[in-house]
Nanobody, 115 residues
Framework: QVQLLESGGGLVQTGGSLRLSCSAS????????MGWYRQAPGKQRELVAL???????NYADSVKGRFSIPRDNAKNTIYMQMNSLNPEDTEVYYC?????????WGQGTQVTVSA
């Protein structure tokens, strides 16, 4: 089975940067898409950034121009570079992999941005 492991979360000041990593237990070359979602207490999980197998990316309006989602197929890993962070970005971030019709989720990594 496919397992996803997120890392790189932590505490950062407003305006700072973090780089999240999502490592898969198998090759990601054939995945339909991989992406990052986030969820705050009392809110629904929302898409932050997505990259398809062809390299097409999609970003939430709130992070456009600040976040990017590079991919390293050789390392079975995607990243999310997060710049110009603000307190509204304080969430648990989850990695997602879409394989055919199935979705796979990591356990999440906490990002906290102090004012």
């Amino acid at each position: 089975q496919v397992q996803l492991l997120e890392s790189g979360g932590g505490l950062v000041q407003t305006g700072g940067s973090l780089r999240l990593s999502c490592s898969a237990s198998r090759n990601i070359f054939s995945f339909n898409a991989m992406g990052w979602y986030r969820q705050a207490p009392g809110k629904q999980r929302e898409l932050v950034a997505l990259i398809t197998s062809t390299g097409t990316t999609n970003y939430a309006d709130s992070v456009k121009g600040r976040f990017s989602i590079p991919r390293d197929n050789a390392k079975n890993t995607i990243y999310m570079q997060m710049n110009s962070l603000n307190p509204e970005d304080t969430e648990v971030y989850y990695c997602n992999a879409r394989i055919c019709f199935d979705k796979n989720w990591g356990q999440g990594t906490q990002v906290t941005v102090s004012a």
